[in-house]
């Protein structure tokens, strides 16, 4: 079975300065799709960014990025020029090819401060 | 789009009555999913749904919960009877079938067990 893991409980940032979510994995398969979730207070989970394994380039999407590393098994989520409104709950989570299924990691709460 | 569709909101509840929640997947989606999140175990896969058809419910807790999906538009997880550590956000999410594509969640149901 997959798993990933969330080594930052909480994380806090200056507003306009850069952050990073750690986010392993473990998996046995070689093709497979990472996402990154983010949770506001309103609790509505809101996909930020998806990554696929065979793809070596990493996903961007606007102020945020990942740093796929596969080798390492290794999922970062970069967020730029950190605003009041990226302050929430962020979920890594790992989809194997074969099924439809998404495993979570435990999340990071992310604050902002201005 | 209404987008996923979670009733009711917010259910307080004695324990040992039955609870049901609800879930209208967006239309044209023909994969469905429960969640539940708890502090202490995050959020969890319950059972989802391929054409209305159950694929994987590994991970339903025990017999007291069950789900239906009697049409590609409504489903149900029902808990009976209730116990007060069932307290948690219940989650629906759908996608259309595929590993690449993003799972859209509801706003969740927040159930309280007394």
């Known amino acids: 079975a997959q798993t990933v893991t969330q080594s930052q409980p909480e994380m806090s940032v200056q507003e306009a300065e850069t952050v990073t979510l750690s986010c392993t994995y473990d998996?046995?398969?070689?093709?497979?799709?990472l996402f990154w979730y983010k949770q506001p207070p309103s609790r509505q989970m809101i996909l930020v960014i998806r990554q696929e394994a065979y793809k070596q380039q990493n996903a961007t999407e606007n102020r945020f990025s990942v740093n796929f590393q596969k080798a390492a098994k290794s999922f970062s989520l970069k967020i730029s020029d950190s605003q009041l409104g990226d302050a929430a709950m962020y979920f890594c989570?790992?989809?194997?090819?074969?099924?439809?299924?998404?495993?979570f990691g435990g999340g990071t709460r992310l604050m902002v401060k201005p | 789009d209404a987008g996923v569709i979670q009733s009711p909101r917010h259910e307080v509840t004695e324990m040992g009555q039955e609870v049901t929640l609800r879930c209208k997947p967006i239309s044209g989606h023909n994969s469905l999913f429960w969640y539940r999140q708890t502090m202490m175990r995050g959020l969890e896969l319950l059972i989802y749904?391929?054409?209305?058809?159950?694929?994987?419910d590994s991970g339903m807790p025990e017999d007291r919960f069950s789900a239906k999906m009697p049409n590609a538009s409504f489903s149900t997880l029902k808990i009976q009877p209730s116990e007060p550590r069932d307290s948690a956000v219940y989650f629906c999410?759908?996608?259309?079938?595929?590993?690449?594509?993003?799972?859209?969640f509801g706003p969740g149901t927040r159930l309280t067990v007394l």
């Open positions: 989570a790992y989809h194997n090819n074969a099924g439809n299924m998404l495993t």
């Open positions: 999410a759908s996608s259309p079938w595929g590993s690449y594509n993003e799972q859209f």
């Open positions: 749904f391929n054409n209305n058809v159950p694929i994987d």
């Open positions: 998996t046995s398969e070689s093709d497979y799709y």
